[in-house]
């Protein structure tokens, strides 16, 4: 199970009637690399293994803002099963000995979900960025913007790339994104620009260069539009976070 958003959630049988908040059941600090919980008694043992993926992404990232609050990931054997399997006993065995700072540990959990996510990719129906990456007319679209986001796109520049009207790809990317292409368009370039100012010292006029707008102010709108603060007090923030 992935929830992509953290959303709260309760795991149990159906008829469950009292859930019991997880954070009784946590034992006393210190804990060790593998906080362990045991609950219950007398049925069948259910083991967990639970952990989590930070990102600084979201909400602006409009790849992760699309997916579905619970992703349910089967795998259908063969290696893609084994793999995951053999990747949480891996963590578990190297989290036990100690070694946090093993560079495979600290990046399993990305290969894990970018994994699952492919697997979700392949099995998941008509809605949201997955399913827009599979359409004849969307996914040229998508890979037109996030190959070049800095371009002069229009609606119909980007139709006629797409291989489509302007009303069918309009018509299309809402159906499946949820919004209109040049929308989608604002939301990549903001996030891209929000990465810039957290991982560089480049200027505000430079990042709103390299992401596509013509001058800084346009890109201070655009940007305060999305994020609610302006790119300059969204890299306070980021700094004054990261400290």
């Not at 259910?46 to 795998?75: F, K």
């Not at 001058?215 to 923030?237: I, L, T």
Request: charged share 20%; proline share 9%; with cysteine.
């Amino acid at each position: 199970m992935i929830l992509p958003f953290a959303d709260p959630h309760v795991c149990g049988h159906p008829t469950l009637a009292n859930p019991i908040d997880i954070r009784r059941l946590w034992p006393p600090r210190p804990w060790p690399p593998i906080a362990m919980i045991r609950h219950g008694a007398g049925g069948p043992r259910t083991s967990m293994v639970c952990g989590y993926l930070l990102s600084d992404d979201l909400p602006l990232n409009p790849v992760l803002a699309s997916l579905p609050p619970l992703i349910r990931v089967r795998p259908r054997g063969g290696p893609l099963a084994n793999w995951v399997e053999a990747s949480v006993n891996y963590a578990l065995h190297a989290a036990a000995r100690g070694t946090e700072g093993d560079s495979l540990l600290q990046r399993l959990p990305e290969l894990l979900f970018t994994e699952c996510l492919c697997e979700f990719a392949g099995t998941q129906s008509e809605q949201g960025w997955l399913a827009g990456l599979q359409d004849p007319v969307v996914g040229k679209a998508l890979a037109c913007l996030h190959r070049q986001p800095e371009a002069p796109w229009t609606l119909d520049t980007l139709a006629k790339k797409a291989g489509a009207s302007r009303s069918v790809l309009d018509q299309r990317f809402r159906k499946l994104l949820g919004k209109a292409p040049m929308a989608y368009l604002a939301a990549w370039r903001v996030q891209l620009a929000a990465r810039e100012l957290r991982t560089t010292n480049a200027t505000l006029a430079e990042i709103a260069e390299g992401v596509g707008y013509g001058n800084e102010a346009s890109f201070s709108k655009a940007f305060k539009r999305h994020a609610g603060v302006s790119p300059g007090e969204w890299r306070a923030q980021q700094v004054a976070t990261a400290r």
